[in-house]
């Protein structure tokens, strides 16, 4: 009852939603078009960074922040692998610090792989990839030290930061290090805006596989979100609109809930409007037959989100248990 009532509307809106992605995978892999994606200065400041630091004879430093191995981690390190790319054919040094001994697995085969694909495998040193500390703010310590000891020339912060955050940017700044930081923790976001010279906001972060990639699947993918983004702002507009009409008009019939009827409104109603009507709400008439402003449940909006159920569907029928005791409602019956 439910799925013919409202329910087919939400499972239309998700088919939708998909269909937006796998279409522009297709419009991106198919047809090998370069779909649009809007400048994301931080990404695009990569090489120069990168340049400076050559020029400068310094390392780069890369930190996937102080998180578990998980998506923000990965995401970091896959962006890490671009910078070690480009720094590996100038033979620039670089230092990737973890906190997390999982992240620091990952990341030491991730560069390793990076140096072996440039067919630069001997210029690839172990000890660029380290983990410092699993402590938090000994992790701060070990990372700012580093920065003042090798005056890193370029820093990439991008990942889970907390506290350590502002630590981190400031150290860098005063080394006059350029600085690329992202972070998923919107408390961090605004030090990293202060303290920084680019900084990925939002959903940057995760764009910047497919930003830096160009690879079709990622690029369609990250096009059909925005569709999909689109699409119910859209609808959180419409809705807003309908629900704002329905609420301004005049009507002399409200839906009551029948927790708040009696029982001789219940009686009123005849025998096929009781099938019709839900057994929790029903239409009730005003009264004195004047007009009124409509109800919040009066509107559309509710009525898709409270969908009607009859009193069949509401009525549960159990088995009795042979084995229990025919005082207990069991047996035959």
């Known amino acids: 009852m439910q799925w013919h009532d409202t329910a087919w509307v939400g499972m239309v809106y998700t088919l939708l939603l998909v269909f937006f992605i796998l279409f522009n995978i297709y419009r991106s892999e198919k047809k090998r078009k370069d779909l649009f994606i809007r400048r994301i200065p931080g990404l695009n400041a990569i090489d120069d960074a990168i340049g400076r630091a050559t020029e400068m004879g310094r390392p780069v430093l890369m930190v996937p922040g102080v998180g578990d191995l998980n998506a923000i981690s990965v995401q970091a ?57 699993d402590r938090q703010f000994a992790f701060a310590a070990g990372v700012s030290g580093l920065i003042l000891r090798e005056k890193v020339a370029a820093a990439f912060f991008l990942g889970e930061f907390f506290a350590e955050s502002l630590i981190f940017a400031e150290t860098a700044n005063g080394v006059g290090a350029i600085q690329v930081a992202g972070s998923t923790e919107k408390s961090q976001t605004p030090f990293f805006i202060a303290a920084c010279d680019y900084v990925l906001i939002g959903d940057e972060f995760y764009a910047a596989s497919a930003y830096l990639t160009r690879q079709p699947i990622l690029v369609g993918s990250l096009v059909g979100q925005d569709w999909a983004k689109i699409l119910m702002a859209a609808t959180v507009f419409l809705g807003f609109w309908v629900n704002s009409y329905q609420r301004g008009q005049m009507t002399d019939t409200h839906r009551m809930t029948l927790k708040d009827a009696s029982e001789e409104d219940w009686n009123k109603l005849t025998e096929d409007q009781k099938k019709t009507f839900s057994t929790a709400e029903t239409w009730k008439k005003n009264d004195d037959g004047k007009t009124e402003l409509a109800s919040p449940e009066d509107t559309g909006l509710y009525r898709a989100f409270n969908p009607l159920f009859t009193k069949e569907d509401l009525t549960v029928t159990r088995q009795p248990d042979p084995d229990a005791p025919k005082e207990a409602g069991g047996g035959e019956q």
């Open 77 to 133: 390190v896959n962006i890490f692998a671009h910078v070690t790319k480009t720094a590996a054919q100038f033979s620039t040094p670089i230092r990737l610090c973890v906190a997390n001994a999982a992240v620091y697995t990952v990341a030491q085969e991730v560069i390793r792989d990076v140096y072996q694909q440039q067919g630069l495998e001997e210029r690839y040193d172990t000890d660029s990839v380290r983990f410092v500390t």
